[in-house]
């Protein structure tokens, strides 16, 4: 079998498992054999072609790992805005319980409203910042 078919069956093999798996890497390894398979179609010794894989396989790996170390992580989902509508939204809080919960009129429905701990809550207008199960935790806007 000739060098190229050997390394563009390998890239196809890395892509079906990273497929199989949801590993992002493989298919950066995958674009490394692909560089390969060009390298050996333009007669590369197999030197070259293992070199050529190697440093544009890696090359790729340490990039996209550089690149997600420098984006900002998500906040969880619950207090994630792109995924819970709510997150950021006021509410109006005209008094407090005793047990730290207050209840509010929100979108049409009475919440339950909590506040952090160790914040002493007071009345007014207040900013969602998560949503803990069915209840909303609130912060001072």
């Known amino acids: ?7 563009w069956l390998l890239a196809g093999g890395t ?26 179609h333009m007669g ?7 070199v050529v ?7 790729a790996v340490v990039a ?6 420098a984006s900002r992580p998500e906040p969880p989902a619950q207090s994630n805005p792109n995924v819970n509508m709510d997150i ?6 005209s008094a407090w319980n005793p047990d730290g919960t207050a209840s509010v009129q929100y979108r049409g429905a009475h919440w339950t409203a909590i506040h952090r701990p160790g914040i002493s809550p007071t009345a007014g207008t207040h900013r969602v910042a998560e949503m803990v199960g069915t209840r ?3 912060d001072k806007a």
């Open 53 to 59: 894989a190697a440093a544009v396989g890696g090359g």
């Open 136 to 138: 909303l935790l609130v």
């Open 1 to 7: 079998m000739a060098e190229p078919t050997i390394w």
């Open 44 to 50: 590369a010794s197999q030197i070259v072609q293992l």
């Open 15 to 40: 892509v079906a498992v990273e497929l199989l798996t949801g590993t992002f890497y493989l298919l950066m390894l995958a674009i490394g054999m692909a560089a390969a398979a060009v390298a050996a």
């Open 88 to 93: 950021g939204e006021s509410v109006q809080i």
């Open 64 to 69: 996209w790992h550089l690149k997600r170390q």
